[in-house]
């Protein structure tokens, strides 16, 4: 069965869990996102290390990337909080609407 068909059929038969499955999509993208963006500013530290030509250089190199790392750090909390409630609140509609359909089927 193709990818756009499975989604289709979600979305019509399950409104719960297509929301579910709309959820765990956002929070991929969002982690990846996050990933990408960690590796961003790594090559960013690693060039400023390489044009550094003295200690001073190498530590403002590393300061700068210490106050972008913290709040980066700070952002990653921030979203862990916000999609670990929206995973939950997701969830718990998506279980409690499955449990009801199961009723309903017997």
């Known amino acids: 069965m193709p990818r756009e068909q499975t989604r289709s059929d979600r979305s ?3 409104p719960a869990g297509s929301e579910f499955f709309n959820t765990l999509e956002e929070m991929r993208r ?3 996102a ?3 963006a960690e590796v961003e500013l790594s090559l960013k530290l ?3 290390l390489t044009d550094a030509h003295s200690v001073p250089d190498a530590v403002a190199a590393y ?3 210490l106050n972008d790392e913290m709040g980066a750090r700070a952002e990653d909390a921030r979203l862990l909080m916000s999609s670990g409630q929206k995973f939950m609140d997701t969830t718990s509609r998506f279980l409690s609407s499955g449990w009801t359909n199961v009723g ?3």
Do not use: F, H, P
């Open 12 to 14: 019509t038969t399950d």
């Open 30 to 32: 969002d982690w990846m």
């Open 34 to 36: 996050r990933a990408t």
């Open 46 to 48: 690693s060039k400023k």
């Open 63 to 65: 300061q700068e990337w």
């Open 104 to 106: 309903m089927t017997t």
